[in-house]
């Protein structure tokens, strides 16, 4: 049987954590893998999902199924977080929210209940965008495309072009959008370009499917749903993947949520329906304890307000060292080429290196980053930005 399968490529990313594994240089950086570290170099447990599991286990009496739906708690949750609890009411019933493992089951799932509803449908996600987006959706069998978004030059949005791209797609064409903290260039659009974009959606009747991935690592927990917020108010029908990865720091977890708005409440009971069937049929269920971390934290003031004060303590230091970095850049090449890594959000930036000069960063400086030169702000230390800076001045013109 499985003599006809051919081998596979390695993950990139994955290339690039083996590859940092084998370098025994005391100077090596990984910037490539997307994680949230501290200063110490260590991803941290965050303090209020270590005291809500404590709670957990000490409460918990059974392991017992939770549904095909998942913890809803946990949805409910979601729902306040992402929409605000006076959009879920002005909402009536539109919203329905079902768990997922993971950021990528929610991005899967939505992608299956776009296939069953219109099959034709045309996805189109932004150049660039995460590697994973791809794989994921069009795996179902969706037609893919892409719309233009990053402009290497200013380090920017290329918003002309987008526009320009989004109004020539056919009605009903899904668009994947990154709520904040765009990966993998830093790039977000502002709230007047938000506010362009969607009356842009309304018009040509688009659908959006928005990534959410870094609520909080951004601007802040509210400024991060803006757009997403603002497409629920004004559009019939709507898509949003959740990721808990980042913002709990919960990876390995997995845990995730699927949510949909619908033109209707007997509608959004319809979607909810097969969205069940589907998960059944590929996962059955999805696993509690990740989501049960979340619940717990949400219904628990106390621990609530610690979750958010570590996140913005999280954003914060990733912004300074957005401007650090940027600084010192500007002092080893003498003029503002980096400059744009201050202004973009969240834990990326894409530097715009050749690919030999991002073989040079690993090879002669032990530093790694994406083979398409994207960079984890969030995984360099203080103490390594002049070290980095210094290298990729080294490194440009390759």
Request: hydrophobic content about 45%; proline content about 5%.
């Amino acid at each position: 049987m499985f003599e006809t399968l051919e081998p596979q490529a390695p993950d990139a990313l994955l290339g690039i954590t083996t590859a940092f594994a084998a370098d025994q240089s005391p100077d090596k950086v990984d910037l490539g893998v997307g994680v949230y570290r501290d200063a110490s170099g260590a991803t941290p447990v965050m303090a209020a999902v270590r005291q809500a599991e404590q709670m957990m286990l000490a409460e918990q009496i059974s392991k017992s199924y939770v549904g095909m739906a998942g913890n809803r708690q946990f949805a409910a949750f979601i729902e306040s977080m992402v929409l605000g609890d006076a959009t879920v009411s002005a909402l009536a019933g539109r919203v329905i929210t079902l768990q997922t493992p993971g950021g990528c089951g929610a991005l899967r799932l939505a992608a299956e209940l776009v296939l069953r509803a219109a099959k034709t449908t045309q996805v189109v996600v932004s150049e660039p965008t995460w590697p994973n987006h791809v794989p994921l959706i069009g795996g179902t069998g969706l037609t893919m495309g892409h719309y233009p978004y990053y402009q290497v030059a200013t380090g920017g949005v290329d918003f002309t072009a987008l526009c320009s791209a989004l109004d020539a797609l056919a009605p009903g064409s899904l668009v994947v959008l990154h709520a904040c903290c765009h990966n993998p260039t830093g790039a977000d659009l502002s709230p007047t370009q938000w506010q362009t974009l969607v009356a842009l959606f309304a018009r040509r009747s688009l659908v959006p499917l928005f990534d959410l991935a870094y609520q909080g690592l951004g601007a802040g927990l509210e400024e991060d749903v803006y757009a997403i917020r603002l497409f629920a108010a004004q559009l019939p029908e709507m898509l949003v993947a959740v990721s808990c990865s980042k913002s709990f720091g919960l990876y390995r977890e997995r845990v995730g949520a699927v949510m949909a708005l619908a033109s209707s409440a007997r509608q959004a009971g319809i979607l909810m329906g097969h969205l069940q069937i589907i998960a059944r049929r590929m996962y059955s269920m999805s696993p509690d304890h990740g989501a049960a971390i979340v619940a717990t934290i949400a219904h628990n003031l106390p621990l609530r307000q610690a979750w958010s004060d570590e996140l913005a303590s999280m954003r914060q230091r990733i912004r300074a060292l957005r401007v650090g970095l940027a600084s010192a850049l500007g002092s080893v090449t003498g003029e503002p080429r980096f400059d744009f890594i201050k202004g973009q959000q969240g834990m990326f930036s894409l530097l715009g290196l050749s690919p030999a000069a991002v073989q040079a960063l690993a090879t002669e400086h032990h530093i790694y980053v994406a083979p398409d030169s994207r960079m984890n702000v969030a995984g360099l230390s203080e103490a390594k930005i002049e070290h980095v800076a210094t290298a990729i001045g080294a490194v440009l013109g390759q």
